[in-house]
C-alpha cells in the first residue's frame, strides 16, 4: 500500500513512518532503502523459519531501534515557531490517537 501510494503523494502509514525515521536515523538516506527492506521481508516472510531467526534476536536491540525512530519522529516538533502551528500538531495528534483507540474497538 505504501509502495504504491507514493506514487500519488500519500505519505507512508501504519509502522512505516518509524521504519523510515529508523532508518534515516541509522544511515539510510535514499528511497530505496524502504524498497529494500520490503523486499526482505517479503522474501523472509515466505520463508518458514522466519519465526525462529525472530525468536533468536534480542528484544533490547528493538527497544534501542524504537527509541531512536521515536526521537527522529519527534525532531520535527522543534521547528513550531508558532501559536497556529502548535494548534495544528496538536490536532493532528489527538487525531491520530483517537483513530488508534477506535481501532483497538474493532478488535
Do not use: R
Not at 521504519?19 to 520490503?38: D, E, V
Amino acid at each position: 500500500m505504501n509502495l504504491i501510494g507514493c506514487c500519488f503523494g500519500a505519505t507512508p502509514c501504519c509502522h512505516s513512518a518509524k521504519g523510515i525515521a529508523g532508518q534515516y536515523k541509522f544511515g539510510g538516506m535514499s528511497g530505496w532503502c524502504m524498497a529494500l527492506l520490503g523486499v526482505a521481508k517479503l522474501v523472509l516472510g515466505l520463508d518458514s523459519s522466519l519465526v525462529k531467526i525472530l525468536d533468536q534476536f534480542p528484544v533490547g536491540v528493538l527497544w534501542v531501534l524504537l527509541l531512536f525512530a521515536g526521537i527522529e519522529l519527534a525532531m520535527c516538533s522543534m521547528d513550531v515557531n508558532s501559536k497556529e502551528e502548535s494548534v495544528v500538531m496538536l490536532i493532528c495528534t489527538l487525531f491520530h490517537l483517537l483513530a488508534q483507540v477506535q481501532h483497538l474497538n474493532f478488535l
